[in-house]
């Protein structure tokens, strides 16, 4: 995977995130913990069994659930920068 591809992804995940998070904020913020929470597992276990037993596991992969755990918090920091709030909190 060329260094241009990362950015496309984190991009596309970025904008699909931040949609979200402009229409209904509830739902993103689950969805960005359940997969922000997820991708970061998946990781972290990867990384474990990278170490333990080495393998044929791509950088790319890596590389891709790094930024699909970023892209939730990008698309959230956006959504604060630009005035958003998380209406469900004051209910």
Sequence with gaps: ?????WLEVLLAQVIIYFLIWLFNDYLATILSLIFG???????????????IEPSKVP?????????SILAPLLAFGIFVIIGGELAWLNE
């Design 59 to 67: 950088r790319w992969y890596f590389t891709t659930m790094t930024v």
């Design 37 to 51: 929470s997820m991708c970061l597992l998946i990781l972290i276990i990867s990384i474990i069994v990278e170490l």
């Design 1 to 5: 995977m060329n260094k241009s591809r």
